[in-house]
């Protein structure tokens, strides 16, 4: 794989994904979400950039949150996933 600018590695797509998401932007978590499908794997993605995303919500939000993301972040998957365009 080709070097990724930094602003595009999982931890700082992570962030933006938990940022969107406390700050009700859904153009930021948007982006960083369709940002980490296009750019790594599926099973990468999940592991090294949403899991740690949810894992913060959680702890910065509590539970409701975790579940706004989850939520972003499954329809964006199942839209991969039917070959629709994200």
């Known amino acids: 794989m ?3 600018h930094s602003e595009f ?3 700082a ?3 933006r994904i938990t940022q969107g998401v406390l700050e009700h932007d ?3 978590s948007h982006g960083a979400v369709v940002a980490a499908l296009q750019l790594y794997p599926i099973s990468h993605a999940i592991a090294d ?3 740690p995303a949810l894992r913060t ?3 910065r939000a509590g539970a409701d949150a975790r ?3 989850a939520r972003m972040i499954h329809v964006h ?3 991969l996933i039917d070959g629709q365009e994200i």
């Open 67 to 69: 579940q706004a993301g």
């Open 2 to 4: 080709s070097a990724v």
């Open 9 to 11: 590695r999982e931890h």
């Open 77 to 79: 998957i199942r839209q």
């Open 49 to 51: 950039v949403f899991v």
């Open 13 to 15: 797509l992570a962030s």
């Open 57 to 59: 919500l959680e702890q």
């Open 26 to 28: 859904a153009v930021r």
